[in-house]
Each structure stands twice: as C-alpha cells, then as structure tokens.
C-alpha cells in the first residue's frame, strides 16, 4: 500500500553533488517522521539521517555535507549531497525512520557512484 520511488542518482565525481528524491504514497503514509538509508556493496543498509519534524541525526559520515528536506504538499523527501566522496557510493533508499516503526516495503533506491 505505501509505495517509495527514489531517484536523483548517478556518477559524479569527487566534491559533486547530487539532489535525491523519495516520492512517497499511500494514505497511510506519513513523511513527519523518515530518513534516507544507504547501502554499499557487501555492506549492511546504514541509516543516513532521520528528520523528525525539524530535528535531524547526521551520521558522523555525511555531517556537514548532506541536508534532508520535505515537501509536505508533494510527499517527497530530498537529500541534498554535497562535497561526495568515493566511499558515499551506495544505493540510497528512504524509509521510515523512527526506532521500533516496522518499515515499509524497500523501493529499489537509486544508485550513487562517486568517482575519485
């Protein structure tokens, strides 16, 4: 019933930047509380960051580098990465992002290789 549609991916190289998107549906929905994950090869998905109303939880990795924003009005999620790095390449979904919420059913992300 919720469905996730990442996009915004591609190859860039080293100090690029990408804007990703996660448009979300369903009635049930809410993207009050939501994060972006990533995934590298081999790998564990890694939660990015949540934002939860306008509080927000950057991993170490991407402080000060990527931004989360929402527009309530479309339903969609952006992250806007900056200065990438080589070791930013993952395939990177969005999801809730509250600890304990059961998670949606994983959209199939977008890719994003960074190149040195």
């Known amino acids: 019933q919720v469905q996730l549609v990442e996009s915004g991916g591609g190859l860039v190289q080293a100090g690029g930047s990408l804007r990703l998107s996660c448009a979300t549906s369903?009635?049930?929905?809410?993207?009050?509380?939501i994060g972006w994950y990533r995934q590298a090869p081999g790998k564990q998905r890694d939660l990015v960051t949540p934002?939860?109303?306008?509080?927000?939880n950057y991993a170490d990795s991407v402080k000060g580098r990527f931004t989360i924003s929402r527009d309530y009005a479309k339903k969609t999620v952006y992250l806007q990465m900056n200065s990438l790095k080589p070791e930013d390449t993952a395939v990177y979904y969005c999801?809730?992002?509250?600890?304990?919420?059961?998670?949606?059913?994983w959209g199939q992300g977008t890719h994003v290789t960074v190149a040195s």
């Open positions: 369903g009635s049930t929905f809410s993207i009050n509380f």
């Open positions: 934002i939860n109303g306008g509080r927000t």
């Open positions: 999801n809730f992002a509250e600890p304990g919420v059961r998670l949606a059913d």
